[in-house]
């Protein structure tokens, strides 16, 4: 939408642990120019209260959006909702660089902002740092968002945060390459992984490679993707038990492994899989990618591309499936806001009530999911043209990971996959001790769950 990539990954570090994203720390990528100034990125720290004539100064926090037009956007917003009524002044802290920290540190000693946007976790709730929206959204409003987005900013049903953006992650395929070893028809419900590798070998000549998925040569998307695509959820949002420890998993592995030997994945490239520079110069036939860079993939090899949500993975039989992640920021109001009730106001009027302005935020500098229904059926933007099929299979396939899936739970199945794919360690061995080490994790983690409101 992901938003600058660092922190657009973060959110994937929380849900999927490892993809970005979810973390790595990468940069911006390329974007199609905006008509709007260039905005010059300066942390603006957030003050203590002051005069404003009548009214209270709320302070409201984002991570700094590395597309052009976003800083000029969100000021011009908060002021115009500050001259529409008398109670209030909204105020914009915009952070570079590390921002979860900041939010985390300002939490923890009780002087946060009165808005902020995040990737929720648990312990915002159970350490009643942010206030429940239930009774702020309603619930027509709830269905006029995809289900995944309330879910996004849910904790056991209950609603703490209303969905910013969000993004989801695929497949970009160069058609005219493809066209040139007989595959570029494409169907993109007609293919599965087999036939994205069969692609990757076939397209590769000279230096143009056939299949980018990271410059750490793939790993981690078949940790993140390609192994939910088998049908194995690695936390079952249902029964919320670990179920990676499978021989399906290990055939995911075993095949990705052997494939990576025909020297048809490009690594090294001068920009990661997050940015769309390696499949505009043709570097690369096929190429991992978020929805965040469509229009500077657009920009750079106009209509000959096409995107498509990860496919199913062959090795999961009749349990494969279409699959990628939803992520995104949320947005929450806090629990020591100077005024609670008037913060809801703003944050309802901004991303619930305001069709105009979530499309505008979404599409207007870099390409987002508008998280309301509405807002995206008069959204010309993701209703016509390469965008339509992108975002159609991603309301039909995309979900969101349990809460209980992050952090600590997910670390050892991490550096298990790193272990498998960098150091060639025997696979089943090393998912077993992996399993042991995420299960011990997870029944710490569900002990906090059990203690949160909600069912």
Request: charged share 25%; aromatic share 12%; hydrophobic share 40%.
């Amino acid at each position: 939408m992901e938003i600058s990539r660092r922190n657009f990954l973060q959110a994937f570090a929380v849900g999927v642990a490892g993809t970005v994203l979810a973390a790595c720390a990468p940069k911006t990528p390329t974007q199609a120019p905006a008509a709007q100034a260039t905005p010059v990125p300066a942390e603006k720290k957030a003050e203590a209260p002051k005069p404003a004539g009548d009214k209270i100064v709320l302070t409201q926090w984002y991570h700094e959006y590395g597309e052009k037009g976003c800083l000029e956007a969100v000021t011009r917003i908060a002021q115009e909702y500050s001259d529409s009524q008398d109670k209030v002044t909204i105020e914009v802290g915009w952070f570079p660089g590390d921002y979860i920290p900041k939010v985390n540190a300002a939490l923890a000693a009780g002087d946060p902002p009165d808005l902020f946007e995040h990737h929720l976790d648990m312990d915002y709730v159970r350490n009643n740092y942010i206030v429940a929206l239930d009774d702020v959204v309603t619930a027509d409003e709830k269905a006029d968002f995809l289900d995944a987005f309330v879910q996004y900013g849910s904790l056991k049903g209950k609603l703490y945060g209303v969905t910013v953006v969000a993004d989801f992650q695929g497949l970009y395929y160069r058609k005219s390459f493809l066209d040139e070893v007989g595959m570029g028809n494409i169907d993109p419900y007609d293919w599965d992984w087999n036939k994205v590798f069969e692609a990757g070998e076939k397209a590769t000549s000279g230096r143009r490679k056939g299949l980018f998925l990271g410059n750490e040569g793939g790993g981690p998307c078949m940790r993140d993707y390609g192994v939910v695509n088998a049908g194995i959820w690695r936390l079952n949002p249902e029964t919320l038990e670990l179920d990676f420890n499978s021989d399906v998993t290990v055939q995911v592995f075993d095949q990705f492994r052997e494939y990576a030997k025909k020297n048809t994945l490009l690594q090294g490239a001068p920009m990661d899989w997050w940015d769309p520079s390696s499949f505009n110069q043709g570097l690369c036939a096929i190429q991992w990618g978020g929805l965040w860079q469509a229009p500077g993939t657009k920009a750079g090899v106009a209509d000959d591309f096409f995107m498509t949500i990860f496919p199913p993975h062959p090795a999961g039989g009749d349990k494969a499936k279409f699959w990628s992640e939803f992520g995104g920021w949320c947005e929450s109001v806090t629990t020591k806001s100077k005024d609670v009730e008037e913060a809801t106001k703003y944050l309802h009027w901004q991303w619930v009530e305001n069709i105009d302005w979530q499309n505008e935020y979404s599409t207007a500098y870099g390409f987002h999911i508008p998280a309301r229904k509405s807002a995206r059926e008069v959204n010309k933007n993701v209703t016509e043209g390469y965008a339509k099929t992108m975002f159609e299979m991603a309301e039909k396939y995309a979900t969101i990971m349990p809460k209980l899936w992050g952090g600590a739970v997910t670390t050892p199945w991490n550096d298990a996959v790193t272990e498998i794919f960098k150091n060639n360690a025997d696979i089943k061995p090393t998912l077993d001790k992996a399993f042991e080490q995420c299960q011990k994790e997870l029944e710490i983690k569900k002990k906090y769950w059990d203690e949160l409101p909600g069912a």
